[in-house]
Nanobody
Framework: QVQLVESGGALVQAGESLRLSCAAS????????MGWFRQAPGKAREFVAA????????DYAGSVRGRFTISRDNAENTVYLEMINLTPEDTAIYYC???????????????????WGQGTQVTVSS
């Protein structure tokens, strides 16, 4: 079955950087677009970034554009989220997600994704 395992979350100071990783298995990774979402306490899960199967197309939430970069290594079945200039508003559990079908393209809604990892906690202190 499909498994997504995130890692890289940590407690950091405002202005610092982090790189999250998501290792995928159980799917033909190179054929699937992937997404990153986050959920802060008491809030709904929200879109952060998405990347096409080949990595040539990306999309970002307005709140992270210019600070976060999504990328992928299809040889390693891994998708990354590079985050710089973190703020306390970025504090959340970060999830990677895969759609049910390989023809899904840069989905920004949670319902467009069928498979989710367990999440990794990012905490940014001021």
């Amino acid at each position: 079955q499909v498994q997504l395992v995130e890692s890289g979350g940590a407690l950091v100071q405002a202005g610092e950087s982090l790189r999250l990783s998501c290792a995928a298995s159980g799917l033909t990774f190179r054929r699937y677009g992937m997404g990153w979402f986050r959920q802060a306490p008491g809030k709904a899960r929200e879109f952060v970034a998405a990347i096409s199967w080949g990595g040539g197309y990306t999309d970002y939430a307005g709140s992270v554009r210019g600070r976060f970069t999504i990328s992928r290594d299809n040889a390693e079945n891994t998708v990354y989220l590079e985050m710089i200039n973190l703020t306390p508003e970025d504090t959340a559990i970060y999830y990677c997600a895969a759609p049910r079908n390989s023809d899904s393209f840069l989905g920004i809604e949670t319902y467009e994704y069928a498979y989710w990892g367990q999440g990794t906690q990012v905490t940014v202190s001021s």
